[in-house]
C-alpha cells in the first residue's frame, strides 16, 4: 500500500511569489491534515479536511494560505503572496477514522528568499 | 511547559542501551501517539497508545501512559544504531473538536556504536 506522497520534496521561491504544495494521502482516508514545522519550533496543526469538507482549519497562519481538496481525493495548500516567515516543512497527514493513526508524508520543505 | 512536551531535548547512548523518553501534556486527552524522524525525512508513527491504556508493546518499544499525571514515556530497548532519530509524541484532545494533533519539540536521540 502506497504511503502519503507529497510535492514537491523543496520549493525555493522568492517573497511575494506564489507556491502550491501537493498532498496525496493513503488510499481510501476520508482524513487528511495539514502540518507545518518552522525552524526551532514544533509540529503545527494547520488544517483537517473530512472528504472535501473542511472541519478545522484553525491552524491556519492568515489569509494567505489556502487549501483545498477538490473531490475529496489529494490536496493544495497554496501560499500566496509568500513571506520569509513562510520557511519551514508542510507535512500532510491521513487517517481512516477521525481520532485514529495519522500516517505522515516526507513534507516539503519551503524556503522563501 | 507546552503541550506534548519531550524530556530530555537530547540524549545520548550506547548501542545496546535502553532509551527513554518522556512526555508531559496538559489538556485531558483521547490518545497520545509517538513518532520517530530520521534526519531530513518524514514523520514515522511508531506507536499509538488510548486514554484507557497504560501500557503497551511494539518489537523493541514500550509505551506507558498515566493520564493522571498527564505524562508518557518511550523505552527503545537494545538500542541500534538506526534508532538515531528525533521522537515526537503528539496528543489528540478528547471530545468531538479539533482531530489536529499536538506536538512537543521533540527527543533528539544518538545512538553511539
Known amino acids: 500500500e502506497a504511503g502519503v506522497t507529497q510535492f514537491p520534496s523543496h520549493s525555493v521561491i522568492e517573497k511575494g511569489q506564489t507556491v502550491t504544495l501537493r498532498c496525496d494521502p493513503i488510499s481510501g482516508h476520508d482524513n487528511l491534515y495539514w502540518y507545518r514545522r518552522v525552524m526551532g519550533k514544533e509540529i503545527k496543526f494547520l488544517l483537517h479536511f473530512v472528504k472535501e469538507s473542511k472541519q478545522d482549519e484553525s491552524g491556519m497562519p492568515n489569509n494567505r494560505f489556502l487549501a483545498e481538496r477538490t473531490g475529496g481525493t489529494y490536496s493544495t495548500l497554496k501560499v500566496q503572496p509568500a513571506e520569509l516567515e513562510d520557511s519551514g516543512v508542510y507535512f500532510c497527514a491521513s487517517s481512516q477514522v477521525r481520532k485514529e493513526t495519522q500516517y505522515f508524508g516526507p513534507g516539503t520543505r519551503l524556503l522563501v528568499l | 511547559s507546552q503541550q506534548g512536551e519531550e524530556d530530555p531535548q537530547a540524549l545520548s547512548i550506547q548501542e545496546g542501551e535502553n532509551a527513554t523518553m518522556n512526555c508531559s501534556y496538559k489538556t485531558s486527552i483521547n490518545n497520545l501517539q509517538w513518532y520517530r524522524q530520521n534526519s531530513g525525512r518524514g514523520l514515522v508513527h511508531l506507536i499509538l497508545?488510548?486514554?484507557?491504556?497504560r501500557e503497551k508493546h511494539s518489537g523493541r518499544l514500550r509505551v506507558t501512559l498515566d493520564t493522571s499525571k498527564k505524562s508518557s514515556s518511550l523505552l527503545i530497548t537494545a538500542s541500534r544504531a538506526a534508532d538515531t532519530a528525533s521522537y515526537f509524541c503528539?496528543?489528540?484532545?478528547?471530545?468531538?473538536?479539533?482531530?489536529?494533533?499536538?506536538f512537543g519539540k521533540g527527543t533528539h536521540l544518538i545512538i553511539q556504536p
Open positions: 503528539a496528543t489528540d484532545a478528547l471530545g468531538g473538536g479539533a482531530d489536529g494533533l499536538t
Open positions: 497508545i488510548r486514554s484507557n491504556e
